[in-house]
């Protein structure tokens, strides 16, 4: 088992940055790429961004591409995601998770492990 938890959510007004982490911890020996969702009231659960275990790849969806980016440590086991020029629409709770492979990496079916999400308020 893998457990994951998320911080560095928050109230920010658009244009702002926010950081979030994701720490792993437990059965973390095996290698995962990585990835982050959101999920807006009303909406499904949505893709945002995935890295490979190496971190020598990232996946952004489009409409956060040049705002948003991934990075890992894994010495530190910890996955962050650097959120700028935030928008009303990125509000969200914000999840982490771990893949089973490099397929399916924009899928929620791809992933084996979440955290239990985080919120993010963007306000005007």
């Known amino acids: ?8 959510g928050g109230l920010v007004q658009t244009g702002g940055s926010l950081r979030l982490s994701c720490a792993a911890s ?3 020996s095996s290698t ?4 982050w969702f ?3 009231p009303g909406k499904e659960r949505e893709f945002v961004t995935a890295i490979s275990w190496t971190g020598d790849n990232e996946y ?3 409409s956060v ?3 948003f980016t991934i990075s890992r440590d894994n010495a530190k086991k910890t996955v962050y995601l650097q959120m700028n020029s935030l928008k009303l629409e990125d509000t969200a709770v914000y999840y982490c998770a771990a893949a089973r492979s490099h397929a399916l990496l924009r899928d929620p079916r791809g992933y084996e492990y979440w955290g239990q999400g985080i919120q ?3 306000s005007s």
């Open 60 to 62: 952004y969806e489009d």
């Open 120 to 122: 993010v308020t963007v």
């Open 1 to 8: 088992q893998v457990q994951l938890v998320e911080s560095g």
């Open 65 to 67: 591409k040049g705002r």
């Open 32 to 35: 995962y790429p990585m990835g």
């Open 26 to 28: 437990g059965r973390t």
């Open 38 to 40: 959101r999920q807006a």
